[in-house]
C-alpha cells in the first residue's frame, strides 16, 4: 500500500503558475505509475497527466499539453506537476493517484488506480 499527500494548490491569476507535489509513503515509489487528476465543482473527476515508474514516459489529456509538465523524482518519493499559463477552467481540487504497473504508464481512467491522496485546491482568478 502507498500512501499521496498532496500539496501546493493555493490561489493565482489568471496566465501565472504553480507547481503542486504528489508525496509517496509506503511501498517501493518506483513501482507505481503516478497520475494526477482534477476535479471541479459538478464535474466529473478528468485526467491531466500520468508518468511511468521511471518518468522517461508522460502523458497528458489535451487540455493539459503544452502548459503542465509532470515529472518524478524517486529519491524523494515525490511527484510534481508544474502549471503554467493557468486559466480560470483549471481551478478544480487536484488528486494524485497511484496504481502499480510495468508499463508505459499511459493510464488515463480514474478506475485504472488504486490509491489516491486528499487532493490540494487550485483556484485561477480571472
Known amino acids: 500500500q502507498v500512501q499521496l499527500v498532496e500539496s501546493g494548490g493555493g490561489l493565482v491569476q489568471a496566465g501565472g503558475s504553480l507547481r503542486l507535489s504528489c508525496g509517496a509513503s509506503?511501498?517501493?515509489?518506483?513501482?507505481?505509475?503516478i497520475a494526477w487528476f482534477r476535479q471541479a465543482p459538478g464535474k466529473e473527476r478528468e485526467f491531466v497527466a500520468s508518468t511511468n515508474r521511471n518518468g522517461d514516459s508522460r502523458y497528458y489529456a489535451d487540455h493539459a499539453k503544452g502548459r503542465f509538465t509532470i515529472s518524478r523524482d524517486n529519491a524523494r518519493n515525490t511527484v510534481y506537476l508544474q502549471m503554467n499559463s493557468l486559466k480560470p477552467d483549471d481551478s478544480a481540487v487536484y488528486y494524485c493517484?497511484?496504481?502499480?504497473?510495468?508499463?508505459?504508464?499511459?493510464?488515463?481512467?480514474?478506475?485504472?488506480?488504486?490509491?489516491w491522496g486528499q487532493g490540494t485546491q487550485v483556484t485561477v482568478s480571472s
Open positions: 509506503g511501498r517501493t515509489f518506483s513501482n507505481y505509475v
Open positions: 493517484a497511484a496504481t502499480a504497473d510495468y508499463g508505459l504508464g499511459y493510464k488515463s481512467s480514474r478506475y485504472e488506480y488504486d490509491y
